[in-house]
């Protein structure tokens, strides 16, 4: 009798039934993938966005164009900074930014967020010469107002969880070099042999990370910065992978008249 007609006496599943454990498991891998596939194309957008954006500044090829304001509103923000346990100054500080519509030839565009000091002695029907980058306004006589990375919007969720993108990727460029690696036959990399150099690798793209966040504490921060923990990162999960792969093939090779079987993935 096979097992079709007397179904799995290990797991007690009747016949020609499916566990549904192994279903949903499957299922819930292919969520996580599609959701983190669209984060990190999310964040490779906003990075090339940012970085495209200063670089264009930093070397003057904007694209300039005479608008028109066409409407100008602001919004007004109030609170005390910090004080009494939660530390600060306490002084009370109020916070204005701007929403700006100009008409460039027969478009509309916006800009959001444009803090005070950008929009200031900027009035309605006013003509002026907006920076253009790709379409969307940078510059507006010569002031930013190119909102930039902020804690707003999909940017705050990309900060919450950039520390999982960054291992992510850094564990797919793992797996795929140990592939690679064992094209040749001599040895493949278990699971936990890949598991030491990619955690390696993500401790030093913490490390990266917090390493940007002190230089922007003091106003050095860079537009492509995403780049930099995840570059950091899996250089140095790659090297900590070419050690196991030394030793892996080492232990093969002593293993090998006992006639032993390479480990496979």
Same mark, same amino acid.
């Given at each position: %009798?096979?097992?079709?007609? =007397?179904?799995?006496?290990?797991? /007690?599943? /009747?016949?020609?039934?499916r566990r549904p454990r192994t279903v949903r498991g499957h299922a819930l891998r292919w969520v996580f993938r599609l959701v983190m596939a669209a984060l990190i194309l999310l964040l490779a957008m906003r990075t090339y966005e940012e970085t495209g954006v200063a670089h264009a500044r930093s070397t003057g090829t904007l694209h300039t164009a005479e608008a028109t304001i066409t409407k100008l509103t602001s919004r007004t923000t109030s609170g005390r900074d910090g004080g009494g346990q939660d530390g600060g100054?306490?002084?009370?500080? &109020?916070? =204005? &930014? #701007?929403?700006?519509? @100009? /008409? &460039?030839?027969?478009?509309t565009k916006t800009a959001n967020g444009v803090p005070n000091d950008s929009a200031n002695d900027l009035q309605e029907g006013q003509r002026v010469e907006a920076g253009l980058w790709h379409g969307r306004v940078v510059e507006i006589n010569g002031r930013d107002v190119w909102l930039g990375w902020h804690p707003g919007g999909w940017d705050i969720a990309l900060f919450a969880l950039y520390p999982l993108i %960054?291992? #992510? @990727?850094?564990? @797919?460029? @793992?797996a795929a070099a140990a592939y690679l690696a064992g094209l040749d036959g001599r040895v493949r990399l278990v699971r936990q042999e890949r598991s030491v150099p990619c955690v390696f690798g993500f401790v030093v793209g913490v490390a990266a990370s917090f390493a940007l966040l002190g230089c922007a504490a003091f106003g050095n921060g860079i537009a492509y910065w995403p780049v930099v923990p995840v570059g950091a990162g899996t250089a140095a999960a790659l090297a900590g992978l070419r050690g196991a792969l030394r030793r892996a093939r080492a232990t093969r090779a002593e293993d090998a008249p006992s006639g032993s079987a390479p480990a496979q993935v």
């Open positions: %009798m096979t097992q079709e007609q =007397t179904g799995d006496t290990t797991s /007690r599943t /009747r016949p020609g039934t100054s306490g002084i009370w500080s &109020v916070t =204005t &930014v #701007y929403t700006i519509e @100009l /008409r &460039v030839g027969d478009e %960054m291992g #992510y @990727l850094i564990a @797919l460029a @793992l």
